[in-house]
């Protein structure tokens, strides 16, 4: 009965899917060509063949002239008679023949012409660019990776193609300039093979302030990079963009109104269109190879300079993930505007030993250009799923699919879907849970080990070995056991209790931690927590790397807390807070030997002992934050304006035997700045003051971390050659800036280029007026992208002066390491 059902699936999807042409192209060896051209004769439309030299292509006629190319063989010219459903065709390139032909046309007379004609382009492709200042229209994506099998005999050749993802979507898409997308998603179908399905990459955050504002990572795969009408938005129009999940560099635009710096140009062919106009094939030929250029061909019409087609590809130097990176786009002429209609990324990438390959295929059409009336808040949701949008059944995607789909893809629809009801049932899930709960080596140290039970919504969990090792703890080695117990219910509200022990074995002694929460709204995040403990806790959590571990910056604290958090509304988040604190020297707390490795700093703080009870205002506002509803829950995505925040911080006098008594207040300002070809900058500003400090401990101090020694800490937010850890009672200023140039000189120099190194410079001020302090800091470094699987990471190399009033001039030599965070597509710093 299942072969019956897939058959007549099959069968279907063939039927509103006419006139659609696929096969191979081989040369003479019968070697897969991938990447070669195959076009209809005399127009721009056409497509590229996968690396397993693989092509699909949907025709509106009964018979069609094509031509096949790729570089190192001779053009091939066909005649097919086109019958109704689907028609494999497949070719064979001959080995090209060199050749000596008398020159009629110098070359040089086709590159001046070409640029001669790519100046009248770029000086008309504003009005173009204009027209599309505000649109609406309809969206349809296909997404699907392949794996190549390698053959079990000849292990180096691949012998076929396993499917890995296939994604569809269709929405309802809004643009708006400055850069401004709304997606309202009508359909969605994801089927992936969950077993590689693969996460979003690692983001490893080293120091620094996280705000207030909930930090959430969304599972998906960025190898299928296309999740809305932003990530598709390849404008050719524009000077520069960076194209998200592509390539995390400005990509400059043939376009560009400075395009002759990177760019030059020739005539590669032309012809007569159905409608007897002239077109021009333009070649696109980067100057710098390791720069974000493009590289391939532009159809235009001559007489009217319209853009009718585009077949690019992007240096590999630029590219994130992949290894090959091809763009298609077709272009109309209506309501006399130029814009996309059919638009394919088709790509490569190689993860250790497998190689896989990639194809987005998009349709957009049903265009409008008349100005809707929306209000700010409009956009702030970039993404609106419908209820039914998860629901669609296999009849509404065969009515609705305007593409044509391969047999393996119908095929593997048809697999997946079943296994997707397969994983929604009683039974899988039942599985699935015991698969969790099983006890095994590596989890018990890397993941801890537990119970889940999916239907009841609640989980357990033992720390993992990793966590309950200290070796440089209080004392010496300490051993902690902690457990975490979580609930939850359907409609995402949940609670979390986590307690914890941990002793010390040469003081023998047991300190103690208990917290928890209770998330009632789910879509502010409004929760309610707690926490009691007697702890050995840090006199200030933001330290150098050696400053952690310092007894000096540890004391006993008997405390509980209580507070509660939530968003009052887009963007603006409050968590208000009291605590009390029996705070305690630990200057009677015996060491190991081995501890004098490492110095004087070993030794603890010796403090007079005293109990606080404090209380603690944080405000925190993202302008026009921009989030998304998905299943009942607030995603947050991120602003593109500053944030700005306030911290009041009261020691109340006499309430519970609190003994301090002070006022203290701090403003921050954050913001990131998108400088375009001329890279991209992050600042950092603070300010504080106490208002008043009749019984002020050193504890409360304002504290201002020392600099690691060799190691580069985020610029953003520390100082680099802080020799000396700073506090103070009165008020004080901090000003960071990075610059990251993004490759813009470096990679346009001959030979160097090939490093592919970035250029960074920055600095930093800080000044304490009441202790006679001011820093500068200025610094410039190099670093370079590396890849491994999904985590992108820079290394840095950085050379740091700086000045301050308690010493001479300094020169410092340091190393950094900086992880790209593909949900938000963004860097630490």
Known sequence: ?????????????????????????????????????????????????????????????????????????????????????????????????????????????????????????????????DKLSNYSMDMYVLSSIEMEVPDSMLYKLPSGRKKMNLNEMVTRSFYQDPGKYKDSVRAYLDLSDKSNAGGVSVSIQMDGNSGLAPQQAEMSNPYLFVQGSKDADVNLFKNSQEISGVSTFNVISPLSSLAFLSYTYDIAELYYDENNEKVYVIEVIPRFQEAALWSGKLYFHIDSKRLLSADLSLSQSALNYFKEFHFICDYTFEQNRVFPVRKEFIYSLKERKKMYHGAIRIKQDNYAFDKGDYKQKFWLTPSVVSDSAYDRDSMYWIYERPLPLKVEELTFIFKQDSIKRYHQSEEYLLKRDSIYNDFSVLNLIFNGVGHRNTFKKQSFRVIPLLEQVVPLGVGGYRHRLGVEYTKGTKSHKDFMINPLIDYGFRNKDVKWQFNGYFKYNPLNFAKIGFEVGDIYDFMTSYQSIQGTIAPANRMRNKKWSVYHFSELTNGLYLKASMEYSDRINITDIEYPEWASLFGNFQKPNDFEGYRIFMTELYLEYHFQQRYKIRDGEKIILGSKWPVVSMKHKMGVPNL????????????????????????????????????????????????????DRFFFSNPVYSQQSLDTALSTANSYFQLNFIHHFKGAFLHKVP???????????????????????????LYAGIE??????????????????????????????????????????KWDY
């Open 656 to 707: 519970l035997g609190g003994q301090s008594n002070f006022s203290y207040v701090e403003l921050k300002l954050e913001d990131d700045i998108d400088l375009k070809n001329f890279g991209h900058t992050d600042i950092y500003a603070l300010a504080g003051s106490f208002l008043y400090k009749e019984n002020l401990r050193a504890v409360e101090y304002k504290f201002f971390r020392t600099s």
């Open 751 to 777: 030979l160097i280029n090939k490093l592919k190194l970035e250029e960074t410079v920055g600095g930093s001020y800080m000044a304490i007026p009441s202790s006679n302090f001011q820093q500068v800091e």
């Open 784 to 825: 370079r992208q590396f890849r491994i699987k999904k985590t992108i990471f820079k290394l840095g190399a950085y050379a740091v002066s700086s000045k301050s009033s308690y010493g001479p001039a300094q020169l410092n030599f340091k190393f950094g390491i900086n992880f790209y965070n593909a949900f938000y597509d």
């Open 1 to 129: 009965m299942k072969h019956i059902y897939l058959i007549l699936f099959l069968c279907f999807s063939f039927l509103s899917n006419a006139q659609v042409l696929k096969g191979k192209v081989v040369n003479e060896q019968g070697e897969a060509l991938p990447f070669a051209r195959v076009g209809v004769l005399n127009t721009s439309y056409g497509t590229l063949t996968n690396g397993e030299g693989k092509y699909v292509l949907k025709l509106d006629t009964n018979f069609v002239q094509l031509y096949i190319r790729v570089t190192g063989y001779e053009e091939l010219v066909d005649s097919i008679q086109l019958k109704p459903g689907e028609q494999i065709q497949n070719f064979t390139l001959l080995t090209e023949a060199l050749e000596f032909e008398e020159v009629v046309i110098s070359e040089d007379s086709k590159k001046s012409r070409a640029m001669a004609f790519m100046r009248e382009v770029i000086a008309e492709k504003k009005q173009w660019e």
